[in-house]
T-cell receptor, first 113, second 115 residues
Framework: DQQVKQNSPSLSVQEGRISILNCDYTNSMFDYFLWYKKYPAEGPTFLISISSIKDKNEDGRFTVFLNKSAKHLSLHIVPSQPGDSAVYFC????????????FGQGTTLQVKP | SQTIHQWPATLVQPVGSPLSLECTVE??????LYWYRQAAGRGLQLLFYSVGIGQISSEVPQNLSASRPQDRQFILSSKKLLLSDSGFYLC??????????????FGNGTRLTVT
């Protein structure tokens, strides 16, 4: 049972344009969501998070949107840069204080110069 | 600053052989420690987590075990590897009270291939 799904395995965008990565979840008890970025041969690095009491969180070029009614999460990167090319994982937690996260399968983003 | 070390980076082991992966964290005390695994084409799956020395919680039944002999050391083991144990193993830590300002921090992982 895949509680967190990233239905697009890959995404390609032009440098300077917006990248939109999507994530859907099934468990309405999730109360904390995160995005991680992963380069080859490295562990994932934390990018941005959002609590279920908010619908938007912004950090520089990265913005995460949460639509609880649709059980949908998205990450917007504006403007996209070639260095953003990586695998992006969304993750969710019910007991956020434990650090027990449920991850999606990942989306590979390629930003073309 | 805090750092997490995980080794080896890659490992090829025959079926039935034992396994020991080690992870250590520096620059923090009493961290929560985690082992995650990513199988091919799948997301990261939590295997074990620990909130203190000797305290291990297992998330999924499997052929693996974990131990925490010291505050900042976390070990993943198996007595006899199976083909299905192949995957990318990641150790992670968080501050004692994980939260919005204290997400999980991952090591660089170990690529395990069981042949």
């Amino acid at each position: 049972d895949q509680q967190v799904k990233q239905n697009s395995p890959s995404l390609s965008v032009q440098e300077g344009r917006i990248s939109i990565l999507n994530c859907d979840y099934t468990n309405s008890m999730f109360d904390y969501f995160l995005w991680y970025k992963k380069y080859p041969a490295e562990g994932p690095t934390f990018l941005i998070s959002i609590s279920s009491i908010k619908d938007k969180n912004e950090d520089g070029r990265f913005t995460v949107f949460l639509n609880k009614s649709a059980k949908h999460l998205s990450l917007h990167i504006v403007p996209s840069q070639p260095g953003d090319s990586a695998v992006y994982f969304c993750a969710a937690s019910v007991e956020w204080w434990t650090g027990k996260l449920i991850f999606g399968q990942g989306t590979t983003l390629q930003v073309k110069p | 600053s805090q750092t997490i070390h995980q080794w080896p980076a890659t490992l090829v082991q025959p079926v039935g052989s034992p396994l020991s992966l080690e992870c250590t964290v520096e620059g923090t005390s009493n961290p929560n420690l985690y082992w995650y695994r990513q199988a091919a084409g799948r997301g990261l799956q939590l295997l074990f987590y620990s909130v203190g020395i000797g305290q291990i919680s297992s998330e999924v039944p499997q052929n693996l075990s974990a131990s925490r002999p010291q505050d900042r050391q976390f070990i993943l083991s198996s007595k006899k590897l199976l083909l299905s144990d192949s995957g990318f193993y990641l150790c992670a830590w968080s501050a004692g009270r994980f939260g919005l300002d204290s997400p999980l921090h991952f090591g660089n992982g170990t690529r395990l291939t069981v042949t």
